[in-house]
């Protein structure tokens, strides 16, 4: 298995995080380095052939300016997992978002005003049970509402979702058959495949979609338009770039993240966001104290897969509490109290999520601070 350091996504990472600056930054910080988000967006946009087989989702950034480096690069489908999410893209003007959930309760209402407030944009949401199904379109129905919808598939993560098969393509007709809604396609996730090898990772894959493939060819005999496929993440990406008829949408490219790095060398991504944090105290010769705990890092992980100091490579998390982390360091380490460490997180989607800003680091300088925007769960609606 390649560490974060022997993945080609790390490599060449002297210096290029550094901050002239940095002192007048405080920390814990969340750091993000637009050039690389920029080169990392138009490497999504290579891969997947043009822009228009790109849905991003929107869960890793949150943020209003990653939105519209994404429209600038010519994206124009985007997914989100929140209202909150869904709004913020709308309030950058995006033409069709994606809310990848089934929303039930509130959430279906709250859809409908997010209609009506933003009608520039096209909507559309998940559905993968009758009974939310046709609650979803009975309020969109009793507000003169059209709302496509894509019916959810399990391909075996067994999150969310509906099984494919009989039950799948009787959703899907009931669907076509409820006024308010329209299905349109399947949203098939599959995060699960995450098997280090690239050719296991596509022989599994292309398994799980084979009977996904089969009710889109069901459906159209049938007589009705070829259901579009919205497919996988960021693992599987590269798998579905090579079918032309897919919807790729992988959210955590934009910025990267050690855990990804470390499992898909393959991927050509480069990290574009980091944790700045400073020693604040010394337990001994070979342990210092952090500000980076809990509340600064996604800690769902064990602590050997937090985050990687990219300037004290050798340095290990051995004790992580609410506002500190406590690391290892050999003899002789030479790293003082009031130093800064610079830290790729493990998984940066959860760790973003922590920091209602992030600060703009170009040319080694901070210049700006981005709001993480859809950090709440709701910004107007």
């Not at 052939?49 to 010519?74: A, F, W």
């Not at 596509?202 to 069901?218: L, S």
């Amino acid at each position: 298995m390649h560490t974060p350091s022997e993945s080609p996504a790390l490599l060449n990472i002297k210096d290029w995080f550094e901050i002239e600056n940095i002192e007048e930054l405080d920390t814990p910080a969340l750091l993000v380095y637009p050039d690389r988000v920029r080169d990392n967006i138009r490497r999504a946009v290579l891969l997947a052939g043009g822009p228009d087989r790109l849905r991003p989702h929107m869960k890793t950034s949150k943020c209003s300016h990653v939105c519209q480096m994404l429209l600038d690069e010519g994206i124009r489908k985007f997914k989100c997992a929140t209202i909150a999410e869904a709004e913020l893209v709308a309030m950058c003007g995006a033409p069709d978002v994606l809310l990848a959930y089934q929303p039930v309760g509130p959430k279906v209402e709250r859809l409908m005003q997010l209609i009506q407030q933003y009608p520039a944009t096209q909507f559309s949401c998940l559905v993968d049970h009758p009974v939310p199904a046709k609650a979803i379109a009975a309020a969109a129905q009793r507000l003169a509402l059209h709302l496509p919808v894509f019916v959810d598939i399990n391909p075996g993560m067994n999150r969310t979702g509906i099984l494919p098969g009989i039950e799948a393509l009787y959703l899907y007709r009931l669907c076509h058959k409820q006024k308010g809604i329209e299905p349109i396609g399947f949203h098939v996730y599959d995060g699960h495949l995450t098997q280090p090898d690239m050719e296991q990772r596509q022989r599994a894959c292309d398994a799980a979609f084979e009977p996904v493939e089969e009710m889109r060819r069901q459906l159209q005999a049938e007589g009705l338009p070829m259901p579009q496929l919205i497919a996988g993440g960021t693992p599987t990406f590269l798998v579905h770039a090579q079918y032309p008829d897919r919807e790729c949408s992988p959210g955590t490219f934009v910025y990267w993240d050690a855990g990804y790095g470390r499992l898909f060398p393959e991927m050509p991504f480069i990290p574009a966001a980091l944790l700045a944090t400073r020693v604040v105290s010394q337990c001994s010769d070979t342990q210092l104290t952090i500000d980076l705990g809990h509340k600064a890092v996604a800690s769902e992980s064990d602590m050997a897969h937090r985050v990687h100091f990219l300037n004290a490579p050798d340095a290990e998390l051995v004790k992580h509490s609410e506002e500190h982390g406590v690391i290892q360091l050999p003899a002789g380490h030479g790293i003082q109290i009031g130093d800064v460490l610079f830290g790729l997180p493990h998984h940066i989607c959860p760790t973003v999520s922590l920091y209602d800003r992030a600060a703009v680091i170009e040319q080694g300088r901070v210049t700006a601070s981005w709001a993480t925007g859809a950090r709440n769960r709701s910004i107007n609606i």
